[in-house]
């Protein structure tokens, strides 16, 4: 949803990333576009199992000259939220930012890979 | 079994709420064509044009800024990431493929002192206005 508010005086437009998912047998790739957003402009919150991914992207370097042409918001907080199944280890997600792509690897739990089960003699 | 458990990571709302997004957009005043890419601000000075691209992704050499006397031209290349082994998409939101994106100057600029820089997928490309065409002062000498 795209909603505007007032952060210490600035206007920051809240807008859903775009993302790409893929999933492997052993894994679940997400790979979200924030353009704009720095390493340090990044989080991202585990709670339960649902995943919430935060960009915010850097001020813009000032200069003397007038906005004449406007096609994208300049300050803005990506957000987009997921729900993880639960063959996912949440322990072991890890992510990365650069040239404003934010990529999660999600580990799916070993356990449930199907394994054989000895049987003992009784 | 796999499969139900990856339907559960996305939210069928989301698409729903992306109709509304593309409204908000429109109302908002930001004059955006979708399909237009890579989306652009531009911002105009008295010695200067400067404009900011999204271009999540590419890595700068998969860019090609090409500025003449009067237009400013913009070219690359989206990839998406290498799908890993055996994976699949459950969701594809990204676009790819390549792309240009040209716009006319409101003035002469020069060409030899244009600037780009790509920065958290923001590419910033910065055009001074051409020295003929910049107002000179001229000195009254007195007799």
Same mark, same amino acid.
């Given at each position: 949803?795209?909603?505007?508010?007032?952060?210490?005086?600035?206007?920051? +437009?809240?807008?859903t990333?775009?993302?790409?998912?893929? $999933?492997?047998?052993?894994?679940?790739?997400?790979?979200?576009?924030?353009?704009?957003?720095?390493?340090?402009?990044?989080?991202?919150?585990?709670?339960?199992?649902?995943l919430t991914?935060?960009? &915010?992207?850097?001020?813009?370097?000032?200069?003397?000259?007038k906005?004449?042409?406007?096609e994208?918001?300049?300050?803005?907080?990506?957000?987009?939220?997921?729900?993880?199944?639960?063959t996912i280890?949440?322990?072991?997600?890890?992510? !990365?930012?650069?040239d404003?792509?934010l990529?999660?690897?999600?580990?799916?739990?070993? $356990?449930?890979?199907?394994?054989?089960?000895?049987?003992?003699?009784? | 079994?796999?499969?139900?458990s990856? +339907?559960?990571?996305?939210?069928?709302?989301?698409?729903?709420?992306?109709?509304?997004?593309g409204i &908000? $957009?429109?109302?908002?005043?930001? &004059?955006y064509?979708?399909?237009?890419?890579?989306?652009? &601000?531009v911002?105009?000075?008295?010695?200067?044009?400067?404009?900011?691209?999204?271009?999540?992704?590419?890595?700068a050499?998969?860019?090609?800024v090409?500025?003449?006397q009067?237009?400013? !031209?913009?070219?690359? !290349?989206r990839?998406?990431d290498p799908?890993?082994?055996g994976?699949?998409?459950?969701?594809?939101?990204?676009?790819e493929?390549?792309?240009?994106?040209?716009?006319s100057?409101p003035?002469?600029?020069?060409?030899d002192?244009?600037?780009?820089?790509?920065?958290?997928g923001?590419?910033?490309?910065?055009l001074?206005k051409?020295?003929?065409?910049?107002?000179k002062?001229?000195?009254?000498?007195? $007799?």
């Amino acid at each position: 949803m795209t909603e505007q508010k007032q952060v210490q005086g600035k206007d920051i +437009t809240q807008v859903t990333p775009r993302v790409d998912i893929m $999933e492997t047998e052993s894994n679940v790739y997400l790979v979200a576009e924030m353009p704009g957003v720095g390493e340090k402009g990044v989080d991202i919150d585990l709670q339960g199992n649902t995943l919430t991914i935060r960009g &915010n992207t850097e001020a813009r370097e000032q200069c003397d000259c007038k906005l004449a042409k406007a096609e994208f918001y300049m300050n803005k907080s990506y957000e987009r939220q997921f729900t993880l199944g639960n063959t996912i280890d949440a322990a072991a997600i890890t992510a !990365t930012m650069k040239d404003g792509i934010l990529r999660l690897n999600l580990p799916k739990l070993k $356990e449930l890979a199907p394994r054989k089960i000895q049987v003992q003699a009784g | 079994m796999w499969k139900a458990s990856g +339907t559960a990571l996305f939210d069928p709302w989301r698409d729903l709420f992306g109709i509304e997004n593309g409204i &908000n $957009e429109f109302l908002s005043g930001l &004059n955006y064509r979708r399909g237009d890419f890579p989306p652009a &601000n531009v911002w105009t000075g008295d010695d200067r044009i400067e404009f900011e691209f999204e271009v999540p992704g590419i890595p700068a050499d998969k860019l090609e800024v090409t500025a003449k006397q009067d237009t400013l !031209t913009v070219r690359g !290349t989206r990839e998406a990431d290498p799908l890993p082994e055996g994976a699949t998409f459950l969701r594809q939101e990204r676009g790819e493929g390549t792309f240009a994106r040209s716009f006319s100057l409101p003035f002469k600029v020069d060409a030899d002192a244009v600037e780009a820089k790509y920065r958290n997928g923001i590419l910033k490309v910065v055009l001074p206005k051409s020295k003929e065409i910049m107002p000179k002062k001229i000195s009254v000498v007195g $007799e």
